[in-house]
């Protein structure tokens, strides 16, 4: 298994043991490898949710510029809702997995059809 499989396993791990979720694995293998070589960098790889200007940068580069959403205040509040699904107090919040807890939210699985 490589590193990226094994990524993938901790994610799903944390879709089900964390957020109450069953994970759609083909859904998350493809959002994973849309994350690119960030998954592999322990700073990149996770999201500061304690950070307005991090948040600013999910909406951004990922709702707006990947799912192609347009700005509005249901982002923010989507990404809100994704953070407290995992947990505030959840140390590592694993970018993949906000991301695939954000295009399920929007319904935008397409764009990684």
Sequence with gaps: MGKRDELIATYADDLRKKCGMTPD???LTKVT????????????????????SELETVKENFLIK????????????AIEKAIDTYGKSERNKYRA???YMLTKHFGKESVYG
Excluded at 33 to 52: E, F, L, R
Excluded at 66 to 77: I, T, V, Y
């Design 33 to 52: 490898i849309g994350c690119g070589p960030s998954i592999y960098n322990a700073d990149a790889s996770t999201v500061a949710s304690s950070q307005k």
């Design 66 to 77: 990947k799912l192609g959403l347009k700005d509005s205040p249901d982002l923010m509040a």
């Design 25 to 27: 694995m083909d859904l």
């Design 97 to 99: 997995v906000i991301y």
